[in-house]
């Protein structure tokens, strides 16, 4: 498995893939921001909405390929205003179900710490559903729980979720 960064000109060629991704993890449940079913073209939609932010440089989006296959992605979302320069957010970690439990997000966060480190940011945060499957390995990496927000994410099914929110300092 290798893990390299997307960039807004391989975003086309990556497109159908990641689509896939998207709509297989937020069929298996995932909370990442979508509800089951997710609309015709609405992964896509979403990934293509973020070439402009690829190419501006304020968010950095990596891919887990097993081969040719794209199992895995993570980004970090910069924060752009002067008072947050030393920070970002880690956002849409997400591993296709039939990829989980390889280690793939571990090694996901582990390059999102690099990308971190090259931007100057020190500063970590990330949100997740309470009771995640996520919630232990962010854990076992040194984020610390700040704190949850009750009804925070609509559910496909029952009442929304409680979001916790963890940060990380990053060494200097």
Same mark, same amino acid.
């Given at each position: ?7 807004? *000109? ?6 159908? !893939?990641?689509?896939?991704? =998207? ?23 979403? #990934? ?9 440089? /304020? ?5 887990? +390929? %097993?081969?040719? *296959?794209?199992?895995?992605?993570? /980004? ?6 002067? %008072?947050? +320069?030393?920070?970002?957010?880690? $956002? ?8 989980? +439990? !390889? ?7 582990? $390059? =999102?710490?690099?990308?971190?480190? *090259? ?13 995640? /499957? ?5 854990? /076992?990496?040194? #984020? ?12 496909? *099914? ?9 940060? +990380?300092? =990053?060494?200097?």
């Amino acid at each position: 498995m290798i893990i390299e960064e997307l960039t807004a *000109e391989g975003l086309p060629a990556a497109l159908p !893939q990641l689509a896939a991704l =998207l709509e297989a993890c937020v069929a298996a449940g995932a909370s990442i921001g979508f509800l089951h079913p997710m609309a015709p073209g609405e992964a896509a939609d979403w #990934w293509r909405g973020l070439e402009g932010s690829l190419r501006d440089g /304020s968010r950095r989006v990596l891919l887990a +390929r %097993n081969g040719e *296959e794209i199992v895995g992605t993570g /980004s970090l979302a910069l924060a752009g205003l002067p %008072n947050g +320069r030393h920070r970002a957010e880690v $956002a849409k970690l997400m591993v296709h179900p039939e990829a989980r +439990r !390889q280690g793939i997000a571990r090694r996901i966060l582990g $390059a =999102l710490d690099g990308v971190a480190r *090259e931007e100057g940011r020190h500063l970590l945060v990330l949100d997740t559903r309470a009771g995640d /499957s996520g919630e232990p390995l962010y854990r /076992s990496l040194g #984020w610390v729980e700040a704190g949850s927000i009750p009804g925070y994410a609509l559910a496909s *099914e029952g009442p929304a979720d409680a979001t916790v929110f963890y940060y +990380r300092a =990053l060494p200097r």
